[in-house]
């Protein structure tokens, strides 16, 4: 069956130091991956996705993504975080034959000035 | 403009209540979906329809039931509302269906808590 993990629950950075979110996932065929944010109170804003082609992928917000095929991973980072960034950040998988999102658990990210 | 639009956005009520969510989206998708996310922020798929056609429609008590009146609305009506419904609910629109590449567009959530 298909799911995502994201292995940190919570995690604290400084504002202007760089930023990695881990997610890896287990899926069959050929995943489309998703990053969406969730600020507090509201919902679910894409940041970027991967289907094909180029692994590093560039988003929204100053956010990047690689895909890694032989570590089944899809690590989002930013090179300077900026205190607006703290939010909840959730790693989905988009199944292939019904188009629903399977979500990770979800990292909180809190910036400290 | 909204794309994806929830109501209401706070939905107090008692036990044993019945309760309906709407959800429109003026995207022109074909396809919408309801999520439940817990009190851990944990986000699950409960349906999805294709064209006013029930897709999916994941292990959920029958008391929640999905109506899509035409393909830009998708409304959640929920009865004898328990404890354990309190959460956050999502409504989103995609696309297409087959196409899962295609991003899903997220409402703002309706926050539902039980007394």
């Known amino acids: 069956a298909q799911s995502v993990t994201q292995p940190d629950i919570h995690i604290t950075v400084s504002e202007g130091a760089s930023l990695e979110l881990r997610c890896n996932y287990s899926?069959?065929?050929?995943?489309?991956l998703f990053w969406y944010v969730q600020s507090p109170g509201q919902g679910l804003q894409l940041l970027l996705k991967?289907?094909?082609?180029?692994?590093l992928v560039q988003g929204i917000k100053g956010f990047e993504a690689e895909f890694k095929r032989s570590q089944s991973s899809f690590n989002l980072r930013k090179p300077s975080v900026h205190w607006s960034d703290a939010a909840e950040y959730f790693c989905?998988?988009?199944?292939?034959?019904?188009?629903?999102?399977?979500f990770g658990k979800g990292t909180k990210l809190s910036v400290k000035p | 403009d909204t794309a994806v639009s929830q109501t209401p956005k706070y939905l107090v009520t008692q036990m044993g209540n019945d309760k309906s969510i709407k959800c429109e989206q003026n995207?022109?998708?074909?396809?919408m979906y309801w999520y439940k996310q817990d009190s851990k922020k944990f986000l699950k798929i409960m349906f999805s329809?294709?064209?006013?056609?029930?897709?999916i429609n994941e292990t959920v008590p029958n008391r929640f039931s999905p109506k899509s009146p035409d393909k830009a609305h998708l409304n959640l009506h929920i009865n004898s509302l328990e404890l354990g419904d309190s959460a956050v609910y999502f409504c989103?629109?995609?696309?297409?269906?087959?196409?899962?590449?295609?991003?899903?567009?997220f409402g703002d959530g309706t926050r539902l808590s039980i007394l």
């Open positions: 989103a629109s995609s696309q297409d269906m087959g196409a899962p590449n295609q991003p899903q567009h």
């Open positions: 899926y069959g065929a050929t995943p489309y």
């Open positions: 991967y289907f094909s082609g180029d692994t």
């Open positions: 989905a998988v988009g199944e292939g034959s019904q188009g629903n999102l399977i």
């Open positions: 995207l022109g998708h074909d396809t």
């Open positions: 329809y294709n064209n006013k056609e029930l897709i």
